[in-house]
């Protein structure tokens, strides 16, 4: 704090000193490095002081000394501040960019690869899509296999060439989680003709 002499009293003889309040001061927190989990996970490791009571806040949150949190991916803008107490002044607002990245996305087949003889058609299962993530599918080489997707069954059609064909089976991107694909191979062999 700064003592000042606010003047000299001629009647009492006597000088009239104010004590003023010191600045404050904070350790701002730091931001964390945070994935999507589909939980309320603590967006910031918590600031310090010893000049009163730091508070926290999203933006168009209000300000309180609970740490701010986050579920969804994205980008959150946390705010803080320092109430100073008797003796020092409030510290003015700043704030901090923090981002929960999205998850990785789990995409499992039934199986990976089969044969199939012309002109049967087959099938097999996508089993996981943690995501739920829009699925497609393509075929590298049309002539020996095509694909489509219904729900989660995918029908293989073997073409008219006999060889090898990589079926590529994609969950696109959601809001808390990235896109991602695998591949089934298909085989295929040529059918008797009777």
Known sequence: YKIEKEGYNEVTGSEKVVITKAKGSVNAPTSKTLTYTGSSQELINKGSTSTGTIEYKI??????????????????????RVVGDKNHEDVTEASISVTISKAANTLTLSENTKT????TSG???????????TLTCTSDN????????EGNIVTVVPGTKEGQAIITIKSASTANYEGTQVVYVVNTAKGTLN
């Open 142 to 149: 049309t002539s020996i296999a095509t694909c489509k997707i």
């Open 59 to 80: 933006e168009g949150g209000t300000y309180s000394t609970s740490i701010p949190t986050g579920i969804k991916a994205g980008t959150y803008k946390v705010f803080y």
């Open 116 to 119: 199939y003889t012309y002109p």
């Open 123 to 133: 099938t097999f299962e996508i089993t996981e899509n943690k995501s739920g993530g």
